[in-house]
């Protein structure tokens, strides 16, 4: 299973980008597929995630300014980000897991099977 995550890049203040994340080798149709991002000398921090049935959850950092969706006959899921700050500065990584994951619990790193590489994306001021 992999999953290949694409198009960050270096963005000013206020732009957008969006990212996308290729699932092969296995389909997660039925299950969630979710974002974090990791900043240099932070914590992996949850951004969005979204159910089969496209029900989502973000993060309060990015409400309002990001949006997830998923075509589940690609096999992918987007992060739409909008309006971006500096300190959405991070390397962007895609998640999945088999199953459904009760929406309390979609911010908690450990609940996701499978990771992406992730894909940098820079803001600058």
């Known amino acids: 299973v992999q999953l290949q995550a694409s198009g960050g890049g270096l963005v000013q203040a206020g732009g957008s980008l969006r990212l996308s994340c290729a699932a092969s080798?296995?389909?997660?149709?039925?299950?969630?597929m979710g974002w974090f991002r990791q900043a240099p000398g932070k914590e992996r921090e949850f951004v969005a995630a979204?159910?089969?049935?496209?029900?989502?959850t973000y993060a309060d950092s990015v409400k309002g300014r990001f949006s997830i969706s998923r075509d589940n006959a690609k096999n992918t899921v987007y992060l739409q980000m909008n309006s971006l700050k500096p300190e959405d500065t991070a390397v962007y990584l895609c998640?999945?897991?088999?199953?459904?994951?009760?929406?309390?619990?979609?911010?908690?790193?450990?609940?996701?099977?499978?990771w992406g590489q992730g894909t940098q994306v820079t803001v600058s001021s």
């Open positions: 998640a999945a897991r088999n199953g459904r994951i009760i929406t309390s619990y979609r911010h908690r790193a450990e609940v996701y099977e499978y």
């Open positions: 979204i159910g089969p049935f496209s029900t989502n």
């Open positions: 080798g296995h389909t997660f149709s039925r299950g969630d």
